[in-house]
């Protein structure tokens, strides 16, 4: 939520919003179903999803069962589930809204709720 900015020192990109912004748009996204895609696009979703891994095993080398996956924000663990599908090795979460999460979690996935100040 709002511009991005870069820092002179790491080349890092940084938010601008503030913690308020922040927290509210948490608010606004945190409820059970997350921010999953509706069923009339998920068929897509999980197509587009499959593309994007499978090009991370050409592009790495690697075979998704060597591979973890750590999804950063991963809202309701939609990502999760077609990587788990894909065969990735270890497939885990991190999500700040505690109702996408927990239903990440009761999906049979490994999110972590980050502490937030």
């Known amino acids: 939520d709002g511009p991005l900015r870069l820092c002179p020192a790491c080349g890092q990109l940084i938010s601008s919003c503030s913690k308020q912004v922040y927290y509210d748009s948490l608010e606004a996204s945190n409820r059970p179903e997350g921010r999953a895609p509706s069923l009339k696009d998920m068929r897509r979703f999980q197509q587009r999803t499959r593309r994007i891994l499978r090009l991370t095993e050409r ?16 809202s309701s663990g939609t990502l999760l589930h077609v990587a788990r599908d894909e065969g990735f090795g270890a497939v885990s979460g991190v999500e700040p809204g505690s109702r996408s999460a927990a239903t ?3 999906a049979g996935q490994v999110v972590y709720l980050p502490y937030l100040l």
């Open 59 to 74: 592009l790495t080398g690697r075979s998704a069962r060597d591979m973890a996956l750590l999804d950063v924000g991963c």
């Open 104 to 106: 990440a979690s009761a």
